[in-house]
């Protein structure tokens, strides 16, 4: 079965400099959502999309920002990085009544 | 905002073992599953489960949403079935709320 895919798996990134996070969510899953994992921290909601229009915006920085596209794909975009924005980042998808998928995570180093 | 508590934070267990793990949520949910966080930090979904009882081989859940809590059943524990068991709930809200997670260390 068709997973949600992420990439890339690991970037390292210096302070300051801009990362991008691109998502491919389950065919036929309307809902795309943003996940923020710290290290030893339970995983905190960013931003979602429900047929690609934001739905629903957490704690998640002014520097952040986020799109879903036409063909569904979302991308997580992160300017100005901090030593603090080191995490995981996944990317989930769902529709009703199915639940949330989770993808694999890309865990981001700023150093 | 909705609270979800899991219990224990943590637990070692001998090969073999059963064990079972607790979610107690503050108030009702449309939606409830459990997740297996394995060492390499991804995320499985074990169950989709907001009411009733299910079973996936060695592993079973049951949630009693008027009661507010749900339940996670390993049996035959095994070193595989080591990481961190997240319960996480959403109640009309667009989003999964996370507990704080249980960290499981099987020993050989």
């Known amino acids: 079965a068709a997973g949600v895919i992420q990439s890339p798996r690991h970037l390292i990134k210096e302070k300051r400099e801009t990362a991008t996070l691109k998502c491919y969510p389950i065919?036929?899953?309307?809902?795309v959502y943003w996940y923020q994992q710290g290290p030893g921290q339970d995983p905190q909601f960013l931003i979602s999309f429900y047929e690609k229009m934001q739905s629903d915006k957490g704690s998640i920085p002014d520097r952040f920002s986020a799109q879903q596209f036409s063909d569904y794909h979302s991308e997580l975009n992160m300017s100005s990085l901090e030593l603090g924005d080191s995490a995981l980042y996944f990317c989930?998808?769902?529709?009703?009544?199915?639940?949330?998928?989770f993808g694999s995570g890309t865990r981001l180093t700023v150093v | 905002g909705i609270q979800v508590e899991q219990s224990p934070p943590d637990l070692i267990l001998q090969e073999g073992a059963n064990s079972t793990l607790r979610c107690n949520f503050s108030d009702s949910v449309n939606n409830l599953q459990w997740f297996h966080q394995n060492p390499w930090g991804q995320l499985i979904n074990l169950f989709y489960?907001?009411?009733g009882t299910k079973q996936n081989g060695r592993l079973s859940a049951t949630t009693v949403a008027t009661e507010r809590y749900s339940l996670l059943y390993i049996s035959s524990s095994q070193t595989t079935d080591s990481g961190v068991y997240f319960c996480a709930v959403e109640r009309n809200t667009g989003k999964l709320i996370f507990g704080q997670g249980t960290t499981l260390q099987v020993k050989p």
């Open positions: 065919p036929r899953h309307d809902t």
């Open positions: 989930a998808s769902s529709t009703w009544s199915v639940g949330y998928t």
């Open positions: 489960i907001p009411s």
